[in-house]
């Protein structure tokens, strides 16, 4: 078998899709993107699919590292989502050529479900309590909010109270025992994190997201020292070796690899067995579309350290389209008391619409993220 032509589907809201064609009628579907860089990630998945065309799509692992070290440059959200939707397309085709789902050719499934949570906002919109009512309402155990609006490096303690605010009205809307995560989103300065870690305790949250940037992780040792909240990164950590050295200082608690960024399936499962070596649950990040959700639950379904698992259905960037609009058996998806089953199905476990693709693709989008600005005029973390 070998890899003919690919495609690539740039799609609402904010999604790129990319399908790989092989001389046997298979074809497999992946998600490399990054939000706001689509074009960008569209072109080098271009420059690294000239190598592919013509080989083996079931060499994953020599293809992996071909298109991850032969480029002398490497690493970095650009290249690793590329290269993510690529893997991600050829364990979909591998799994079709032996009609298993993909976690059955990575050692079979450890688990039939796995826990999700929905996100509700918690800056703007900051109204979160009404949302979390509907989410509990509908059968969720646990949701995600962002914590602040910007916080400058030392800012007011009006600020620190209204974030108290916002997660006191999640508390009281969904009850004691409902999961919260809190997602500071890198947008908190040490010295801020410190006091809203703190702070936050009273509400027993599920765990606390980024209380600082990846480039700032040194400062992860204070604030573990001032908060019992479990932690948890990664985000914006693209392979096992940015992984290496938090694992290794011990102050993150849950890891956070996204399917679409740090090397897809193949990647994603590795960096998750280092985690377990650490004693650190796994819960991949996937505000994305169908594709980077179903590779999820596939390294989901065979790693013993996956706790919960992010999803984006109804997460306010997908107006206009969802997830769910994009693949033909919807029920794939289906939630049940705040959980998701493993697809069974061959590859990836889903089946996208590509009528539906190809019309979307011609709407398109440009997506960017926001532009947030402090009251003196300086740039804001987003």
């Known amino acids: 078998m070998k890899i003919t032509n690919f495609e690539l589907f740039q799609v609402p809201p904010r999604w790129l899709f990319l399908k790989i064609e092989t001389d046997e009628g298979l074809v497999g579907w992946g998600e490399p993107v990054v939000e706001g860089r689509a074009h960008t990630v569209k072109a080098c998945v271009e420059e690294l699919m000239e190598y592919l065309i013509g080989k083996d799509p079931m060499n ?6 071909k298109l991850y070290r032969s480029g002398f440059y490497r690493g970095g959200p650009i290249l690793m989502s590329a290269l993510s939707g690529i893997d991600q397309a050829l364990w979909d085709i591998k799994g079709k050529f032996f009609n298993a789902p993909v976690h059955q050719l990575m050692g079979g ?3 039939d479900s796995i826990k999700v949570y929905s996100w509700i906002g918690g800056d703007r919109p900051s109204d979160v309590g009404v949302a979390a009512k509907s989410i509990a309402d509908a059968g969720f155990t646990a949701l995600k909010m962002n914590g602040t609006e910007e916080l400058q490096y030392i800012d007011s303690f009006e600020k620190v109270d209204q974030v108290l605010e916002r997660v006191a009205a999640v508390r009281d809307a969904v009850g004691e025992y409902i999961g919260i995560g809190i997602d500071f989103h890198g947008r908190v300065h040490k010295p801020m994190a410190k006091i809203l870690a ?3 305790e009273q509400f027993r949250p599920m765990f606390i997201e980024e209380p600082v940037l990846t480039e700032n992780m040194e400062a992860l040792k204070e604030i573990a020292q001032h908060t019992a909240i479990p932690i948890a990164m990664g985000e914006r950590m693209y392979s096992r070796w940015d992984f290496k050295n938090i694992l ?5 608690d849950i890891i956070q690899p996204d399917l679409s960024h740090a090397g897809g399936i193949t990647e994603v499962k590795k960096i998750a067995g280092m985690a377990e070596a650490y004693d650190v649950a796994l ?4 505000p994305l579309g169908p594709i980077a959700l179903a590779a999820c639950l596939q390294v989901d379904a065979t790693s013993h350290n996956a706790v919960i698992q ?4 109804g997460i306010h960037y997908n107006k206009g389209s969802d997830l769910l609009d994009y693949i033909t058996d919807k029920s ?8 998701v089953a493993i697809p069974k199905a061959p590859g990836l476990g889903i089946e996208i619409d590509e009528d539906y693709v190809r019309r979307q693709a011609k709407i398109g989008h440009n997506w960017k993220s926001p532009v947030w600005r402090h009251k003196d005029g300086s740039i804001a973390e987003w």
Do not use: M, T
């Open 248 to 252: 290794n200082d011990g102050y993150v």
């Open 310 to 313: 992010e999803q984006s259905l």
């Open 332 to 339: 794939v998806f289906d939630y049940k008391e705040g959980y």
């Open 109 to 111: 499934a450890c688990r």
């Open 283 to 286: 819960a991949p990040h996937c």
């Open 198 to 200: 703190k702070e936050l």
């Open 60 to 65: 994953i692992e020599d293809h992996w590292n």
